[in-house]
């Protein structure tokens, strides 16, 4: 959604070190290079997208985008069901690790033979204490206007200075996202976890993730409802 808003707002392309929809991958994700390689050298700002953890030792301003670790593992855990990313024994469908087992792959970053995961505590702390970072968290984005939001992007990292202006439009709605791709905007609302969280699970998560759960705010539900 963030990409969305600044691509309406400012009328500005974003781009993004990995392959997506038809466009070729961009080649060598830790180099940090962008795709399309033709944009972006003549833009006032170049937005580019990454989930890569070692992009936190780079000295680039960021925008870095939390949500609750628990609905995150959760949407990441149907991400590699619906793309097929990963191994076929990685879905949710797969009688050989089903959704629990995959949930607790997610939480741990590691079970059985799979390969390891970064956990999602580790990539925050990496990039939740570097300079140039402004933090937004997702509960807030998807309930703000875009207008707020930018806002505070602009503000902390100085972007009106390189000659950004806002268009006056608004972006698409969650529900229109949802609308047009509802497999990848599926819920968008706080406090997913709960329809696929146990309560095993969910102690689990909190044993590996409650210091940095708790440094960004969160509380830990005392029961799912």
């Known amino acids: 959604m963030l990409r969305r808003m600044i691509e309406t707002c400012f009328g500005l392309p974003t781009l993004s070190v990995y392959s997506e929809g038809d466009t070729p991958f961009c080649g060598g994700v830790r180099s940090f290079r962008k795709y399309p390689e033709d944009k972006g050298d003549d833009l006032p700002v170049t937005f580019v997208k990454t989930h890569e953890r070692s992009h936190a030792q780079t000295s680039s301003k960021t925008i870095y985008l939390i949500r609750d670790g628990r609905d995150a593992i959760c949407s990441y855990a149907h991400y590699l069901d619906w793309t097929d990313i990963a191994d076929s024994s990685y879905t949710f469908n797969d009688k050989r690790y089903p959704r629990e087992h995959i949930l607790r792959y997610c939480i741990t970053g590691g079970f059985r033979s799979l390969p390891k995961l970064t ?26 206007s875009a207008h707020d ?8 990292l100085d972007l009106f200075d390189c000659g950004l202006k806002f268009t006056g439009k608004e972006p698409a709605t969650f529900e229109q996202l949802n609308q ?46």
């Open 119 to 144: 956990v999602w505590s580790d990539h925050v702390r990496d990039w939740y204490s570097r300079a140039d970072t402004c933090i937004l968290h997702y509960e807030d984005i998807i309930t703000r």
């Open 149 to 156: 939001v930018l806002m505070q992007v602009c503000d902390a």
């Open 180 to 225: 047009q791709n509802p497999n990848f905007y599926r819920r968008g609302c706080p406090g997913g976890w709960r329809h696929d969280f146990t309560d095993e699970l969910h102690e689990l998560f909190w044993e590996h993730h409650g210091d940095m759960m708790r440094q960004c705010g969160y509380a830990m539900q005392p029961e799912l409802v």
